[in-house]
């Protein structure tokens, strides 16, 4: 699920389900594309166009794909998937063509791209972080519980902090140094909190950096302020169940989480 949108401009919902539909609700048509992706298949989507139908259909991949992200131009796209790869798309051919893999010994959770667009910073069910800086092509790895999946990995838009959440409902926060021009980004530990009892399943800042949001399987979504990592809010609603995903509005004023009903049904909630 994500929001887009750009000060005074209508915003863009885009959400996707297990009821294999992916949905855009938007004040006014823009020209744009959102990616689907479920099972073996990555498929492209006009949004400017009422054509339901995919323009790019790639059925190429062995397992299921679970992360997909765009470069900041739409010069290529990323995904990670259960068959323990990271890959790397280029999008400027109307021939969906991987460019490069990048290879780890468990399946892929989540990818986060950095904002300096350079590095990919992917988590996986053996509880391991991978850097991966795409201009050198080296990689570095960190392993904050041996024991626990890595959930979700998040960037502040400031390319300053760092949060992560695994299936143990703990999340770890590092601040980021480096990362401009050729310099790799570095690391560097700050605080690790349980935020549930349960499963942690997804972890965002803020646009404006100041608010972390983390989605969690007790049925609720915590938001922390990042400057003291203290609780600020916990949102809750009577219908929900596991708290899959979130996304923030452009000002950082709302944001909105999805979840799935009992049967099988997913919804949205707004907040603010």
Same mark, same amino acid.
């Given at each position: 699920?994500?929001?887009? *949108?750009?000060?005074? *401009?209508?915003?863009? $919902?885009?959400?996707? /389900? ?12 823009? @020209? ?26 790639? %059925? +190429?991949?062995? =397992?299921?794909?679970?992360?997909? /992200? ?9 995904? +990670?998937?259960? @068959? ?43 509880? &391991? ?5 795409? =201009? #050198? ?9 041996? %024991? ?20 143990? /409902? ?6 980021? #140094? +480096? /990362?401009?021009?050729?310099?790799? &980004?570095? $690391?560097?530990?700050?605080? !690790? ?8 399943? =997804?972890?965002?800042?803020?646009? @404006?950096? &100041? ?6 399987? @007790?049925?609720? #979504? ?10 600020? &809010?916990?949102?809750? *609603? ?6 899959? !995903? ?27």
């Amino acid at each position: 699920m994500s929001v887009s *949108d750009a000060s005074g *401009d209508p915003v863009i $919902l885009a959400t996707a /389900g297990y009821d294999h539909a992916i949905r855009a609700q938007w004040d006014l048509l823009q @020209d744009c594309a959102t990616p689907g992706f479920r099972y073996q298949h990555i498929r492209m989507y006009d949004l400017n166009s009422n054509n339901p139908k995919p323009v790019i259909n790639y %059925d +190429g991949i062995s =397992k299921n794909v679970t992360a997909v /992200g765009f470069h900041e131009e739409g010069k290529w796209m990323y995904t +990670g998937g259960e @068959d323990n790869s990271a890959r790397i798309w280029d999008l400027r051919s109307r021939n969906l063509q991987c460019q490069r893999i990048f290879q780890v010994n468990a399946p892929v959770n989540c990818i986060c791209l950095h904002p300096n667009q350079g590095e990919l910073f992917i988590g996986d069910q053996s509880g &391991t972080i991978h850097i991966w800086d795409l =201009k #050198t092509d080296k990689n570095e790895h960190l392993i904050p519980d041996p %024991d626990a999946s890595i959930q979700s990995i998040s960037i502040d838009p400031m390319g300053t902090m760092m949060s992560a959440v695994n299936n143990k /409902g703990q999340c770890y926060i590092w601040t980021l #140094t +480096g /990362g401009r021009n050729d310099d790799p &980004t570095m $690391l560097h530990e700050k605080d !690790d909190f349980t935020v549930s009892p349960r499963y942690a399943l =997804k972890c965002l800042f803020s646009p @404006d950096s &100041t608010l972390l949001a983390t989605t969690l399987a @007790d049925n609720c #979504t915590k938001i922390w302020k990042t400057a003291d990592l203290t609780l600020h &809010t916990e949102l809750k *609603d009577s219908s929900q169940r596991w708290v899959w !995903d979130c996304a923030f509005s452009g000002d950082s004023q709302y944001i909105i989480t999805g979840f799935l009903l009992i049967p099988a049904k997913f919804q949205l909630t707004f907040f603010k």
